[in-house]
């Protein structure tokens, strides 16, 4: 048998989202997921609904979710750059980031107050630490993540996004081979300081409107080895969310695919289990 990481990103980002993650959750299907704490529904008592799920037994990791892409405001005071009081688009921050134009400091205190307001949250330190739209792995960043987390974290993991397979199956892909790309040197940066990462990665894909989850998923564990991560966004779709992210009926149909009975056959003919949270 193999255990794999099943994790839910964007827990925080609207209410209907976190309750489908809860839901997932407690039905067996998902066994980790990364708190976005600079979202709205981030607040101490969604935090506490996620982490009573762990009385009794544990169910379910909760990371910190690291977010610096709009349209949220940052969690520190005087951060810069910003787009009227928000951080910046995607395509922005990661040219930022690849000409080095962030200030390092700046960049440090952002994720330090990141963590902290996961920790007023959830009364805890995460177990682990991602990015949304990854941007733990871009330059710059990585290592403002990667000395936050030596710091003050350094018993929780960090989720890298280097897939199994060979090079050639992969050189289609391109927003994978792009991960792949940026997390060898997280990777070997991480190993250095003596901070742990997930063996392998898996879960990206395309977000085009006509996307079939519960065909792409199967694909997901394909050489996946045990102790692997599979990234996915499962919610319902409410005003909340609309207004936030792009990202709304793929969610739905996530959530429908992994509630449903298709889900546990794909991984009972696999030999796959969701691994048991610390």
Sequence with gaps: ????????????????VNIAIRDLVVRGRLNATSALVVAPSCHRLEAMALDALNRGEPRVAIG????????FR????????????????LGRTVAHAFLRRFN???????????????E??????PDYIDGHHHVHLLPQVRDAVLAVAK????????RQCGRAGRLAARLGDYKGFFLDALSGSFRRRAAALGLRTNLCFAGAYAFAEDADFAALFPRFLEGLPDGGVVMCHPGFVDDELRGLDPLTTLREREYAFLAGEMFASVLAARDIVLARPP
């Design 1 to 16: 048998m193999r255990s794999i990481w099943l994790c839910a990103d964007d827990y925080g980002i609207s209410p209907a």
């Design 64 to 71: 910190l979710h690291v977010a610096l892409t709009a349209p």
């Design 74 to 89: 940052p969690a520190s005071p005087g951060f810069a750059p910003l787009t009227n009081g928000r951080f910046m688009s």
């Design 104 to 118: 390092a400091d700046a960049l440090a205190g952002e994720v330090a107050a990141q963590l902290r307001a996961f």
């Design 120 to 125: 007023q949250a959830f009364g805890r330190a």
């Design 151 to 158: 710091a003050e974290v350094p018993d929780a993991w960090l």
